[in-house]
């Protein structure tokens, strides 16, 4: 299994508060993403990472944002957490990215009352 | 935008039978890669088998065939032998560079 951890892995927040996500990876893979998974839409991307500091949007990032300071380390943050963001979120990497498989962390649900 | 369709929302298949889960989707590209992922219980989220566009030959992994016909644009998967511990959610995605696109699913229970 590839190195892939995910913190927290449960959390529940209030509306309007600020909410920072974490994945860690060991494999040193340039490629790191976030995704987000609701029931009847599959995975949906939000942002994705292709080396530290460098990152861009998915197909759903209005309301996120991202940061790579460390090859291993992939923050994903909600400014301002909406109850439309409940979810559960998944952190994948690549090697190479550009058609190269991903593999997945454990995910962590997040629940915003 | 690709879209991926999968149009069995659930199955179900008594064990050490075939089943086979249906995918298409849309898309203007030539050079692309298709996937089966399979999420049990556990929520992880675990590859199955890939398939490259620019190959003919359908991709295969011990109990697992895919059935890849790109004029059609159809992907399905193939599960032979089906046994208790394949029940799990199982996901089509279709990537693009470095944009994947996940269908919303087929829930496949094995019974006894």
């Known amino acids: 299994d590839a190195g892939i951890t995910q913190s927290p892995r449960h959390k529940v927040t209030e509306t309007g508060t600020p909410v920072t996500l974490r994945c860690h990876q060991t494999?040193?893979?340039?490629?790191m993403y976030w995704y987000r998974q609701d029931p009847g839409h599959g995975l949906r991307l939000i942002h994705y990472?292709?080396?530290?500091?460098?990152?861009d949007k998915g197909e759903v990032s209005d309301g996120y944002s991202v940061s790579r300071s460390k090859t291993e380390d992939f923050l994903l943050t909600l400014e301002s957490a909406t109850s439309s963001q409940t979810s559960v979120y998944f952190c994948?990497?690549?090697?190479?990215?550009?058609?190269?498989?991903?593999?997945f962390g454990p995910g962590t649900r997040l629940l915003v009352l | 935008a690709q879209t991926v369709t999968q149009s069995q929302p659930e199955m179900s298949v008594q064990e050490a039978e075939t089943v086979t889960l249906s995918c298409t989707y849309d898309?203007?590209?030539?050079?692309?890669?298709l996937f089966w992922y399979k999420q049990p219980p556990s929520r992880q989220m675990i590859l199955v088998i890939r398939?490259?566009?620019?190959?003919?030959q359908n991709a295969t992994e011990n109990r697992f065939s895919v059935n890849f016909q790109k004029a059609a644009k159809s992907f399905s998967l193939k599960i032979s032998d089906s046994q208790l511990g394949d029940t799990a959610m199982y996901f089509c995605?279709?990537?693009?560079?470095?944009?994947?696109?996940f269908g919303a699913g087929t829930r496949l229970t094995v019974k006894p």
């Open positions: 994948a990497i690549s090697a190479t990215g550009y058609q190269e498989t991903q593999y």
């Open positions: 494999e040193n893979h340039r490629y």
């Open positions: 990472s292709y080396g530290v500091k460098d990152t």
């Open positions: 898309t203007s590209e030539s050079n692309y890669y």
């Open positions: 398939q490259e566009a620019y190959k003919q």
């Open positions: 995605a279709f990537m693009k560079d470095n944009d994947m696109r």
